[in-house]
């Protein structure tokens, strides 16, 4: 029932209002105002991952070269030394990502609202990282474990070490008790996004079931009130 909704915006002189919903009938959206957003907030298309497999059964389902890099990661000649892989390093981690996003020029949060964030979660939040090189951090909420920032420096991507990254924080999540991996967005032709397609393909050779969302809706109160939509 939108009534209600258009009061409440009237009520509260709203003039602009965005509606990012799991399903939509696109019609009632345009009936009442709305129209499709060219400019998506959230992600429209993701990918996820059944977390109450055994990781053996996760393994199975990622793509052979996917499996291929995690055995020589895991699995190195004797003598070398093995990856430094370390949990809950959260400074290390802000380090990593803000490198890494400098490297791919993409805007990277300030440290205070990387600080907020994670003690907003506490022990809902982890983070993954490697050789100080790749590292990524999670959120888990309702049992659903997101894959919230994810980063690499120019080395650590050559050593494939997000590969590494990824399956640790996977299994981590297991641990903690989710059901769900969800990889947070993948690209999508309906919203083209030239950037997200080199993270989409490294997503992708992990298996999992894609899930796409209708996208969010605008809506303005220009001269008219917003229950004369209704």
Known sequence: DWQPVLEVLDRNRVNVCRIDPEIAATNEYKKHGFRLSRDQMVATRTLLLDLTKTEENLLKEFATETRRKLK???????????????????????????????????????????????????????????????????????????????????????????????????????????????????????????????????????GGVELNFPGGFLGWRLLSNWSTHA
Request: hydrophobic share 35%.
């Open 72 to 206: 020589k990661l895991t699995h190195l000649p004797t003598g070398r030394q093995g990856y430094e892989v370390k949990l809950n390093s959260f400074e290390i981690f802000y380090n990593i990502l803000k490198e890494g996003y400098r490297e791919i020029d993409v805007w990277c949060p300030p440290l205070s609202e990387y600080k907020s964030l994670v003690t907003s979660f506490k022990n809902k939040c982890f983070c993954m990282t490697v050789d100080k090189k790749a590292g990524c951090l999670v959120i888990i909420h309702k049992q659903v474990a997101e894959y919230y920032y994810a980063s690499a420096t120019s080395e650590g991507k050559a050593e494939n070490l997000p590969y590494l990254v990824a399956w640790e924080a996977i299994k981590e999540a297991k641990k903690r008790g989710a059901k769900c991996w969800d990889w947070n967005g993948l690209y999508d032709e309906r919203f083209p996004e030239k950037r997200y397609l080199g993270f989409s393909f490294f997503k992708k050779r992990f």
